[in-house]
RNA sequence: GCGGGAAUGCCGGAGUGGUCAAACGGGCUGGGUUUAGGACCCAGUAGCUUAGUGCUUACCUAGGUUCGAGUCCUAGUUCCCGCACCA
């Protein structure tokens, strides 16, 4: 049998697509969820990383479906967004006519893989089907307080021409556009109260089958610290200031309030006011450029704080290096134990003040070369003198929370989610403004507010200019309104897909409580690492916030994560169109098929490391493969020997564990091995027959419903039942000894070839015990070493022929050897 | 600066307390086969040694725990990743 690819490789997608072999619904059966992030169908189409992720997938899947567990294994796409909107724009196409043909063509390139899915239950978030459970879950969110609006600095991309979530600000920059820095605007914009969630949010994540990276990064995104509140008197207002330094609190010499606070202007004097400005436009001009190099600037506001203990007036300077949306937006400085503090007042020559000594010695500040922020004893305190640090941060909160003047306090980096971005191919935001009676929420009868198709683009956001999507009327008072024309973060669309899937052709609810309960959460979830502190985060957020609205019972959507590796180019550098190393999936599973491809992306390196792309490396893979049908051609059905069975049930045991542990690789490498072991083989049983192409099926799922059927199976191995691993089967004995042949013959080439013997006479002297194993195999030798002499003694044999008195050399599993 | 991860042959990578470190793949070298190239097959690829056997040295560095460590602990070096003036 000449091995085809193409033909059996159509043949079973095209079987598995009619029959609809991987629709699920809800059975009795365990459930298990495997899920890989859906894709953003991009124009260019699907990528190798992509192929890698579904793989990684569908063997998984595959697997788990074989041992009998209810799978439910969906795709979909996560087609709203700026890119298509953009390309859209720039062929002058629309974005629902491109965005169409990106799915489409994704999904002839995934099943072109053979991916296991159940395409009954695909959903594109571009679909108004999908989208208006978006404005469903807006509203519930609104009803519970977790929506707002508010005027506040927010990010704004230039490039992208919306503004952007604090997740989606990469070092300055924004997340799709590396080299645009983002410009803080003061808008009007609506948020999502991610931070009510902050400490649950934080305290499950080492409950997370996560990998460390990813749990770490979240938490420190969400940045719990404990310290304590102040209170500042200024200018007869009272400031709550965040420090974790309380103990330093008799240190203060200055305050600093962030150069973005919306109430700065309120502080400064009119003799200040043009030093501020000038100050002001200063860091708007220079906050483009070398953010990270950014040097410490400030000036003086002309108000004074008044120190709640010692009543001193503090001077209060405005910064460039205190952030507006953390804590107060406003930081009492102590010089002498903050190293920021300390350049500061070093630059401007604002006096230093000790009040925490190392050692007994008192320490002068004009010695100081840097901040002292160690441990020490309080000095300058008051009545505070002579505690040690940890001690004093106690005391001093206890007293100041007895005085009313401040109290234990815990703050977090986490911000609310801005959701709102002024782009046209996302969904609607379902708010309407009255003149009369001001913001309101769109009615749930009146979903869903359907994005219109025709609009003008070019001209800012296009439905802003939709005068038909614009004009409405209110909700409450049937008066003219006006709609909402912002739409909403993509990430909204990505933060419940996975519930969909659970339902996704009901038409009255988001999906029905009974199937969702019963699929979630996900039990394994494969992706990327780039959505750590963006879609994980959202997707956990939103699924505790849809318990609490009763839709679902679990805490967390993904109980498992799993993140595959980057995949490089044969040149070592990342796949990219630029640098010209890109290698297309289709193009692969035509040349070689899609068995091969799945193969040689696992057998690599583990799924979860970076590798790159290899043609060898893919080649012998395609080779290997070709040996399969080969094997099977020249196989009788009937009776294994031991050997056979030992080998089928040690793959089974061991290929099982490396599955379920997602080293694919090291599964690879014994299929490789047994391939080679049974090509030696011309008969075994069929149920022998039948394990080794189940254990196959995951990676290579065509070539084995192709093989399953030629042993007179009907379809589909698919659905078969993973092979038991008989572990009494498996025999050390034949291991142990195939080791001692397999020595041993190696042994005898390598003499031949150093006496370059052409047909030796050889002498095989082996212990006792062993002359058994010897003897069973002397035909095999003599096949392998090419000499059809081979003798076998006893190193105790009195027949013995020795010439050389090699026997008494031998050894437990070593024989020496004679040649002559 | 803070946090996470890693360091094994020419290369990619196995191996997480013990019967053998380097499986498996690639590369390279030699041999076979071939009109040639490719493909295929065999062997070698730390050092010394033996016709094969055998011995020694080796898992970033330095200490430590242990009968026993690539594997655990401590310190350091280097690299990768993430966050970055979070008070």
């Known amino acids: 049998m000449t091995y085809n690819h193409k033909a059996i490789e159509k043949k079973w997608q095209a079987a598995w697509d009619a029959k609809k072999t991987f629709k699920v619904t809800e059975s009795s059966k365990k459930k298990k969820y495997i899920l890989e992030m859906f894709p953003y169908p991009s124009g260019s189409g699907l990528h190798m990383g992509h192929a890698l992720n579904y793989t990684i997938g569908d063997i998984f899947a595959r697997f788990q479906r074989m041992l009998g567990f209810n799978i439910l294994y969906p795709i979909g796409y996560d087609a709203l967004g700026l890119p298509a909107e953009n390309a859209a724009i720039k062929a002058k196409s629309h974005p629902k006519k491109f965005t169409d043909d990106a799915i489409k063509n994704f999904i002839t390139q995934q099943k072109a893989l053979g991916l296991s899915y159940d395409w009954s239950r695909v959903l594109r978030t571009c679909d108004v089907e999908y989208y208006k459970w978006n404005q469903y879950f807006f509203l519930k969110l609104f009803e519970k307080d977790l929506v707002y609006r508010k005027n506040a600095p927010v990010n704004w991309c230039s490039e992208c021409n919306t503004v952007l979530a604090n997740e989606q600000v990469h070092s300055g920059m924004c997340w799709r556009h590396a080299s645009t820095p983002v410009v803080i605007k003061q808008l009007e914009q609506w948020f999502i109260k991610t931070t009510a969630y902050a400490d649950e949010l934080l305290d499950t994540i080492p409950k997370l089958d996560w990998p460390d990276r990813i749990k770490s990064m979240q938490e420190n995104w969400i940045g719990k610290s404990f310290g304590t509140e102040i209170n500042f008197l200024i200018n007869d207002k009272s400031w709550k200031i965040f420090t974790t330094r309380p103990d330093t609190l008799f240190g203060?010499?200055?305050?600093?309030?962030?150069?973005?606070?919306?109430?700065?202007?309120?502080?400064?004097?009119?003799?200040?006011?043009?030093?501020?400005?000038?100050?002001?436009?200063?860091?708007?001009?220079?906050?483009?450029?070398?953010?990270?190099?950014?040097?410490?600037?400030?000036?003086?506001?002309?108000?004074?704080?008044?120190?709640?203990?010692?009543?001193?007036?503090?001077?209060?300077?405005?910064?460039?290096?205190?952030?507006?949306?953390?804590?107060?937006?406003?930081?009492?400085?102590?010089?002498?134990?903050?190293?920021?503090?300390?350049?500061?007042?070093?630059?401007?020559?604002?006096?230093?003040?000790?009040?925490?000594?190392?050692?007994?010695?008192?320490?002068?500040?004009?010695?100081?070369?840097?901040?002292?922020?160690?441990?020490?004893?309080?000095?300058?305190?008051?009545?505070?003198?002579?505690?040690?640090?940890?001690?004093?941060?106690?005391?001093?909160?206890?007293?100041?929370?007895?005085?009313?003047?401040?109290?234990?306090?815990?703050?977090?980096?986490?911000?609310?989610?801005?959701?709102?971005?002024?782009?046209?191919?996302?969904?609607?935001?379902?708010?309407?403004?009255?003149?009369?009676?001001?913001?309101?929420?769109?009615?749930?009868?009146?979903?869903?507010?359907?994005?219109?198709?025709?609009?003008?683009?070019?001209?800012?956001?296009?439905?802003?200019?939709?005068?038909?999507?614009?004009?409405?009327?209110?909700?409450?008072?049937?008066?003219?309104?006006?709609?909402?024309?912002?739409?909403?973060?993509?990430?909204?669309?990505?933060?419940?897909?996975?519930?969909?899937?659970?339902?996704?052709?009901?038409?009255?609810?988001?999906?029905?409580?009974?199937?969702?309960?019963?699929?979630?959460?996900?039990?394994?979830y494969i992706g990327g690492a780039e959505h750590a502190c963006m879609h994980l985060m959202y997707a956990r957020f939103f699924t505790k916030a849809l318990r609490d609205l009763g839709f679902v019972k679990c805490d967390e959507p993904f109980t498992k994560l799993f993140n595959q590796g980057m995949l490089h180019g044969e040149d070592g550098h990342v796949m990219a169109k630029s640098r010209g190393n890109v290698i297309n999936p289709l193009d692969i599973t035509k040349q070689v098929g899609a068995d091969a491809l799945r193969l040689f992306l696992v057998s690599v390196a583990a799924p979860d490391k970076d590798f790159a792309w290899s043609s060898s490396g893919l080649e012998s893979i395609a080779k290997i493969i070709k040996r399969i049908p080969l094997l099977f051609e020249n196989l009788k059905l009937g009776n294994s020997n031991k050997k056979v069975e030992s080998k089928i049930n040690k793959a089974i045991k061991e290929i099982s564990e490396d599955i379920t542990s997602f080293d694919y690789n090291l599964a690879v490498i014994k299929l490789r091995k047994l391939i080679e072991d049974f090509s030696q083989v011309d008969e075994m049983a069929k149920a022998d027959a039948e394990s080794f192409l189940k254990i196959f099926h995951p990676f290579c799922p065509h070539l084995t419903e192709e093989l399953w059927g030629k042993i007179g199976n009907k379809p589909f191995i698919s659905l078969a039942d993973w092979p038991k691993c008989n572990e009494k089967k498996i025999d050390k004995k034949f291991e142990q000894e195939e080791e001692l042949i397999s020595k041993t013959q190696r042994d005898i080439v390598h003499v031949k070839g150093l006496l370059k013997l052409e047909k030796p006479k050889v002498y095989i002297y082996c212990i006792p015990p062993e002359v058994k194993i010897f003897e069973e195999q002397q035909e095999f030798l003599t096949s392998v070493t090419g000499s059809k002499f081979v003798k076998v003694f006893a190193s105790n044999a009195k027949d013995i022929v020795d010439p050389e008195k090699k026997a008494k050399k031998a050894k437990p599993g070593r024989p020496s050897i004679y040649l002559e």
Request: overall charge negative.
């Open 252 to 524: 203060v010499t200055f305050m600093v309030i962030s150069a973005q606070h919306s109430q700065l202007m309120d502080l400064v004097t009119a003799e200040q006011k043009p030093t501020v400005e000038k100050f002001l436009h200063k860091i708007h001009s220079t906050s483009d450029a070398d953010l990270d190099v950014l040097e410490k600037d400030g000036v003086f506001t002309g108000s004074y704080a008044i120190h709640p203990i010692t009543e001193e007036k503090i001077p209060i300077w405005a910064g460039n290096f205190v952030i507006a949306e953390y804590g107060s937006g406003m930081v009492m400085a102590v010089p002498a134990h903050d190293q920021r503090d300390f350049e500061f007042a070093k630059k401007y020559e604002i006096s230093i003040k000790v009040v925490i000594q190392p050692g007994a010695k008192e320490v002068d500040p004009e010695d100081m070369d840097s901040a002292f922020v160690n441990d020490g004893v309080l000095v300058n305190s008051g009545k505070f003198d002579g505690l040690k640090k940890d001690v004093a941060i106690e005391e001093i909160t206890t007293f100041l929370d007895k005085q009313k003047m401040g109290k234990k306090a815990v703050q977090y980096k986490l911000r609310d989610w801005l959701v709102s971005r002024q782009r046209y191919w996302g969904t609607p935001i379902p708010i309407v403004y009255c003149d009369d009676c001001g913001v309101l929420p769109v009615l749930e009868k009146d979903l869903p507010i359907v994005l219109p198709e025709k609009v003008k683009f070019g001209e800012g956001n296009p439905l802003a200019s939709n005068e038909e999507f614009v004009n409405t009327s209110c909700p409450k008072c049937k008066g003219k309104a006006r709609r909402e024309t912002d739409t909403m973060d993509t990430f909204f669309d990505s933060s419940w897909y996975f519930l969909r899937y659970t339902d996704n052709l009901n038409k009255k609810l988001p999906f029905d409580k009974k199937k969702g309960n019963y699929w979630m959460p996900v039990d394994v």
